[in-house]
Nanobody, 127 residues
Framework: EVQLVESGGGLVQAGGSLRLSCAVS????????IGWFRQAPGKEREGVSC????????YYADSVKGRFTISGDAAKNTVYLQMNSLKPEDTAVYYC????????????????????WGKGTLVTVSS
């Protein structure tokens, strides 16, 4: 059974930092993409960042470029999202997802056809 568990969310002041973790278990593909998405109240889920396991290529939404960094620890089956210079508009529930790697847009939720998602972790940025 594939499981994804997010952690690390919390309340932080604008300009602060948080590091989210996504622990993945039970996924049996050698090449995969892991994505971070977020959903703010009343808004659609949007892609934040994703990473390819095969070569470590990373992708970022324009809204977080230069502030967020995605990385992975294969030994721990965990992917991290370091979030710096946080803004109130970053407030959302953050989710991670995984799928086998294919040459598509991994910042788009439709990329993840296997539909494995964690339950999310809440990030609140106060002004």
């Amino acid at each position: 059974e594939v499981q994804l568990v997010e952690s690390g969310g919390g309340l932080v002041q604008a300009g602060g930092s948080l590091r989210l973790s996504c622990a993945v278990s039970g996924f049996g593909f050698d090449d995969y993409a892991i994505g971070w998405f977020r959903q703010a109240p009343g808004k659609e889920r949007e892609g934040v960042s994703c990473i390819s396991s095969s070569d470590g290529t990373t992708y970022y939404a324009d809204s977080v470029k230069g502030r967020f960094t995605i990385s992975g620890d294969a030994a721990k089956n965990t992917v991290y999202l370091q979030m710096n210079s946080l803004k109130p508009e970053d407030t959302a529930v953050y989710y991670c997802t995984v799928d086998s790697w294919w040459n598509g847009q991994c910042l788009d939720a439709s990329y993840y056809g296997m539909n494995y998602w964690g339950k999310g972790t809440l990030v609140t940025v106060s002004s």
